[in-house]
Each structure stands twice: as structure tokens, then as C-alpha cells.
């Protein structure tokens, strides 16, 4: 975490005084369940908690912000709205995958872009789709349906002013990962996330490793 920061700011040239740790999921919305019933909300949760202490802890002049601290649902756009209020320089929300391959494994981070598979695309169709549950989600999303592969065109041809910004921070992320853990490294990748697009900051969607392994 600290080399990582320290590392994005010689590149970046950003000042990182507000970081918003946004966990995945969350109340009604379980997200990815694993093998032995192990909800992603619950681990998007810890993951997220540890983090901001390790923050805390090395870089005592960062604010750390939680778009939720406990196990309760809050919408997508409300997450990033609240990054948006506070000023955040940097946007982490933090995910667990699943898949039906035994096989799959690793970790990946993923910046708001236009997916270049099918699996991309169903990554951030599972993700998005939390905005079904969300009351009035129609007027609040503008009709944007998670289900049509057409809807994420138009999403991601606003092309964010942080996009590059946050490839180096999710470049940096996934090599230290890669070194200090031995993780397999699934690599930088690109989808239409409704939670980044949002966000007015340099944002980042970490996928964890796979529950269902």
C-alpha cells in the first residue's frame, strides 16, 4: 500500500489526501456467494476495513472514507456521490469473482473503458446489476438496462479525465500484488462499471481472487 502510493504520486505527480475504500455489495445484494456459502459482501467488507487501517497506519495525514463501514445496501450512483462530496482523489472499490471454470483464479483490477471480451463484459454486467434492486432505479440510472451489451457502448464513449491516472494506479497495483503475495496476475482491464463511471476522481474496481474456488 505504501509503495504503491508513494510510487503513483512520483508518476502521477497526484497529492492523495482523501481516499474513498468503497466495499462491493452489501445488505440484500450477497454479490458473488462461494463454494462453502462465503458471501462477497462479507469479504469486499474485511478486505476493505483492513485497508483503511494499513492506511491509516502509514499515511496518517490521508482521511479515509468508507462508502460503508457495516453490512448495509447502498446504491451505486450513492457510493460514488459520496466519493464525489468529499473531494476524493482516489476511488477503490473492492470485489471478489466467481466463475464456473475450477480453474480460474488470480487477481485483476479493472478501469472504466469499453469491454474487449464477453467476458469483460459479463464481469461488469454482474457487478452492475446491483442497480436492480435499487429503488427507482429507472430515473436514477436514466433507463441504463445492466442485462443490454448495447447500453455499455454509450456508457463508456464519455471517456474519463482520469482514465490514464487510474491505469498506472491499477498497473502498480497489480505488480506489487504480483511480487509481495505470488498471486497470479489476471492484469489491468477495461468495462463499463457504473460505480466508475460516476466517479470524478482516479477510480479503481479490484477483483480479489475467485470465490468459487
Sequence with gaps: CM???????????LG????????GHGGKDP?????KKTFEKNVALNVCLKLGTLIKSNFPNV?????????????????????NS????????????????????????????????????EV?????????????????????DP??????????????AFLDQSLVFAGLLQEDCTNKLGVKNRGVKQAGFMVLYRAT???VLIELGFLSN
Design 16 to 23: 492523495i489526501n482523501t481516499v474513498v475504500i468503497d466495499p
Design 63 to 83: 482521511k479515509v472514507i468508507y462508502t460503508r463501514s457495516t453490512d448495509e445496501f447502498i446504491g451505486l450512483a450513492a457510493r460514488a456521490k459520496k466519493a
Design 147 to 160: 442485462n443490454d451489451p448495447d447500453a455499455y457502448i454509450a456508457l463508456t464513449m464519455r471517456q474519463s
Design 124 to 144: 461488469a454486467k454482474f457487478e452492475n446489476s446491483s442497480i436492480l434492486m435499487e429503488d427507482d432505479h429507472e430515473q436514477t440510472y436514466q433507463a441504463f
Design 31 to 35: 454479490g458473488a456467494i462461494g463454494v
Design 86 to 121: 468529499a473531494g476524493a482523489d482516489l476511488f477503490i472499490s473492492i470485489h471478489a469473482n466467481a466463475a464456473g471454470s475450477s480453474s480460474a483464479s488470480g487477481f485483476e483490477s479493472w478501469v472504466l473503458g469499453l469491454h474487449k471480451s464477453k467476458a469483460a463484459l
Design 3 to 13: 509503495l504503491v502510493t508513494k510510487r503513483l504520486i512520483s508518476q502521477t505527480g
Design 201 to 203: 476522481m482516479p477510480a
